[in-house]
């Protein structure tokens, strides 16, 4: 599993390098097809590629994504790694390891009949190419398993909605030494970021954060234009539809400055309801596996699991291998637990497929 982990980190495959993640789906086609003994249908969707393995009608669907955050090159400074008992490497943790563990965890299966593996290229710049193929799977099955990777060993039963924004501003230009002759655009802009910081709900967990943000062009014009990126992480529908209406109605402080919000909601919340029974059988599955007491986390990172549950299936999330430091230098896995939760996702699978 190792030296599988190590083939897969050192193919870099950052979202929006097509040819990276061109290159790191064959490399997935040829592993799985010899781990699964099948190999994938390769569905393309704008140019970009999307891994498929699917035998007769599906009723559990597991999902994982190729892609990373991690540009090209990054593997010369962070090389794959084993030392202490973690492995590190940029996407080992988010999510290459999963991709391991779900290929052996499947070939353990008597039959792979009654399986969905959907393994997509864009989940870490939200899905924009490969919704509608989660949405549609999540429709087919009783049950969508998302191996995400685990911090701390907790299964996600939970995680926040997400809504991606940028507030646009725009103003008039003039000389600064005539300020009076412009319309400041970095002016309304920090009225703005102070009003959409405002937003959050701490009690609840709801979070709305102002991140980039870009005014003007040189230092002696009063600015004509400006933007804000906004994040917001709501833990329901509810608060994920108040934030929305508030940011739509924000108004500017500046007279004279116009505001044009793009965006919107992205991920819709994945709540408890969605996952309690899956993960009861989990923490039973656990047990019997002799891996201890699982716990569940909700979460304010969001994931595919978002919209298979938002369709009705139910979902259970984190399922991956235990580590840290997804997206950040220090990011690895624990190597105990790529064959503990292996076991673990593949004594769920089984027991779901019982019924059939």
Known sequence: MLAELQELVEAESPSRDMVAVSTCAVLLSDMGARLLGVGPERVVVDGRVHLRWRVGSPKVAVLCHFDTVWPVGTIQRMPFRVEGGRAFGPGVFDMKASLVQAFHALGQQPTLDGIELLVTSDEEIGSPTSRPMIEALARRVEAALVVEPSHG?????????????????????????????????????????????????????????????????????????????????????????????????????????????????????????????????????????????????????????????????????????????????HEHIVVSTLPERTALLAALVGELLKTR
């Open 153 to 329: 060993g907790a299964l996600k039963i939970g995680r926040k909605g997400v809504g991606m924004y940028r507030l646009q501003i725009t103003g008039r230009a003039a000389h600064a030494g005539f300020p009076n002759e412009g319309i400041n655009a970095t002016v309304e802009l920090a009225h703005q970021v102070l009003a959409i910081a405002a937003l959050a709900r701490d009690e609840i967990g709801t979070t709305v954060t102002p991140t980039v943000a870009a005014a003007g062009t040189t230092n002696n014009v009063v600015p004509s234009s400006a933007h804000v990126d906004i994040d917001v992480r709501a833990p329901n529908a509810a608060e994920q539809d108040r934030v929305d209406a508030a940011l739509r109605n924000l108004t500017p402080a500046v007279q004279g400055t116009q505001l044009e919000l793009g965006g919107g909601p992205n991920r819709p919340p994945l709540e408890p309801s969605s996952t309690a029974a899956l993960f009861a059988l989990a923490v039973r599955a656990a047990r019997e596996l002799g891996l201890g007491e699982l716990e569940g986390a909700f979460v304010g990172g969001a994931s595919d699991g978002n919209f298979t549950a938002a369709v009705g299936a139910q979902t259970l999330d984190g399922l991956g291998p235990v580590g840290d430091g997804a997206h950040a230098d």
